[in-house]
């Protein structure tokens, strides 16, 4: 079977934020921040003009979606011990255990994940990608696709997706 995909490594594929892992054991990192890059290949049948996507099309739906990542601190709204609330102030408490973070509400993001990890945040961009490629590119049949998230040179989360393929 013969298969088609476009690899996307822009330089600008890189987001800013501040994060903090949070272990089986329950000991967590320090409050810390990545030069997150993103890494995307898309796997497609060919249009009658020979594309699986025009380069030009998706790289301004990567840039956008990371851009709404950007110098934001990361919490995971999933995770079970941690909670985090707005305050009449404008901010947002996060706490873990005995730490409690106080911080601007327009700074923090609270992703649908149970840590921040670099796998979970390929898992979260890669499901959003997906959805705004079958919103605006339709007529796009993606049969895989492959995100990775890299929080510094050399270690990478990497998210699949397979359309052929059945959940377990």
């Not at 840039?63 to 999933?78: M, N, Q, V």
């Not at 005995?98 to 993001?109: K, N, T």
Request: glycine share 8%; net charge negative; with cysteine.
């Amino acid at each position: 079977m013969e298969r088609w995909a476009i690899e996307i490594e822009k330089e600008y594929f890189k987001f800013s934020a501040a994060h903090f892992l949070i272990f089986p054991d329950g000991s967590a990192e320090r409050l810390h921040g990545h030069n997150y890059r993103v890494f995307v290949e898309i796997d497609g049948s060919l249009s009658d003009c020979g594309l699986v996507i025009d380069f030009k099309a998706i790289k301004p739906v990567v840039r956008e979606l990371l851009d709404g990542l950007d110098e934001h601190f990361l919490i995971p709204s999933e995770h079970p011990h941690l909670t985090w609330e707005e305050t009449a102030d404008g901010n947002v408490e996060v706490r873990y255990l005995d730490r409690r973070y106080s911080v601007p509400a327009e700074d923090v993001i609270a992703l649908p994940l149970n840590n921040t990890s670099s796998e979970n945040l390929a898992g979260f961009v890669g499901r959003e990608l997906r959805g705004r490629l079958a919103e605006r590119f339709g007529e796009v049949r993606v049969r895989g696709l492959r995100v990775a998230v890299e929080e510094t040179a050399g270690q990478r989360g990497v998210y699949h997706y397979a359309a052929d393929e059945q959940p377990p």
